[in-house]
């Protein structure tokens, strides 16, 4: 096992949650503003 490649691939896992993270924590904060029945309209008009 080469250690480069792997410590790079923890590094992007990570980033990648923490990416994750931050969007939802902006989407629950902007939930409240846009109200829930539109996302729900949208999710059932599929």
């Known amino acids: 096992m ?3 490649s792997s410590y ?3 590094t992007m ?3 990648l ?3 994750m993270s931050k969007w939802i ?3 629950s904060e902007l ?3 846009i109200g829930i029945p539109p996302i729900t309209a949208l999710l ?3």
């Open 25 to 27: 924590s902006t989407y």
């Open 31 to 33: 939930w409240p503003n």
């Open 17 to 19: 949650i923490y990416l």
């Open 13 to 15: 896992v990570i980033f």
């Open 2 to 4: 080469t250690k480069p």
């Open 44 to 46: 059932l008009g599929r």
């Open 8 to 10: 790079s691939i923890v």
